[in-house]
């Protein structure tokens, strides 16, 4: 029998920062595969070592940290966006295998692979006599 | 998204205008509801448009330059396809994807040049020569 997954994102904790910019949510996709739940977050403008993954007791936090924007090449004619740090946490409520968590950014996105712990066996305990 | 045409649509400024505005009192570069989200700078020689296109591959962007408008066009898959997928959240936004962004000036089609790093995608579009204000001297007689 499988344990059933269940992931609820949480709000950022009410931090202060403090870089005078904003601090986002990005959207993300989870979803469990071949034995191991996948989180994908999107953060564009970010590479590999702008990101952290933390996983403390049941939490697990991704934080981005956007590169200090240079000096506006022109004119702004379209603005849609502007710099920001992200940050999320979920919640996972089953068993991961901790010492094989992977997380790999690419073309902007966040890929977090948190394989399933192994099932725990039924053990048959000896009852002794004396 | 919709491209106007300023000179059939006597709305459009209207449109853009109100655009504006909520845009303004909903707080200045706050994150719009489209994809990909893009940002554009111009002068009188040259533009800058980069736009966040997160999980798109390279392969999978096409750009077109027509006149003084850059149009942006790709598809994004948000998730694998895989079958067995039990799907927890699903945020990210996939499929097919359009924009169309006008310049104040006519582009050098040949010049422009395009490059995408880390999901944000950068096209530099030098203004058309024949375009450009020439300086006309004044002969003295």
């Known amino acids: 029998m499988t344990t059933a997954t269940e992931l609820k994102a949480t709000d950022p904790r009410p931090v202060e ?17 071949d034995g191991a ?7 564009p403008g970010l590479d590999d070592r702008a990101v952290t993954v933390e996983l403390e007791n049941d939490v697990l936090t991704i934080r981005g940290r956007a590169p200090e924007a240079g000096v506006e090449p022109a ?56 | 998204m919709m ?10 400024e209207m449109v853009k205008f109100q655009r504006d505005m909520n845009r303004l009192l909903n707080g200045y570069c706050r994150p719009a509801d489209v994809f990909p989200r893009v940002n554009a700078w111009a002068d009188d020689t040259k533009a800058e448009v980069r736009a966040e296109v ?12 027509t006149g003084d408008v850059l149009v942006i066009e790709g598809d994004r898959s948000a998730m694998a396809d895989a079958e067995g997928l039990q799907v927890h959240r699903r945020e990210r936004t996939g ?20 490059a995408q790093r880390n999901g944000v995608l950068t096209v530099t579009l030098p203004r058309r020569a024949s375009t450009k204000p020439r300086a006309i001297p004044v002969a003295a007689e």
């Open chain 2, 95 to 114: 499929g097919a994807f359009r924009r169309s962004i006008r310049l104040p000036w006519e582009i050098e089609e040949g010049e422009v040049k395009a």
């Open chain 1, 75 to 130: 004119q702004p004619i379209v603005r849609e966006f502007g710099e920001r740090d992200y940050e999320r946490s979920f919640a996972i409520n089953t068993e991961i295998d901790r010492e094989h968590i992977r997380a790999q950014m690419r073309n902007g996105v966040l890929k977090v692979t948190l394989p399933l712990a192994a099932e725990v066996k039924p053990r048959q305990i000896a009852v002794e006599s004396h």
């Open chain 1, 37 to 43: 739940i996948v989180v994908l977050a999107d953060m």
């Open chain 2, 54 to 65: 997160p999980g798109v591959e390279s392969s999978a962007l096409h750009l077109t330059v």
């Open chain 1, 17 to 33: 920062a403090t870089r005078d910019r904003p601090v986002h949510i990005p959207d993300a996709d989870i979803f469990e595969a």
């Open chain 2, 3 to 12: 491209l106007r045409n300023a000179y059939l649509d006597p709305m459009a």
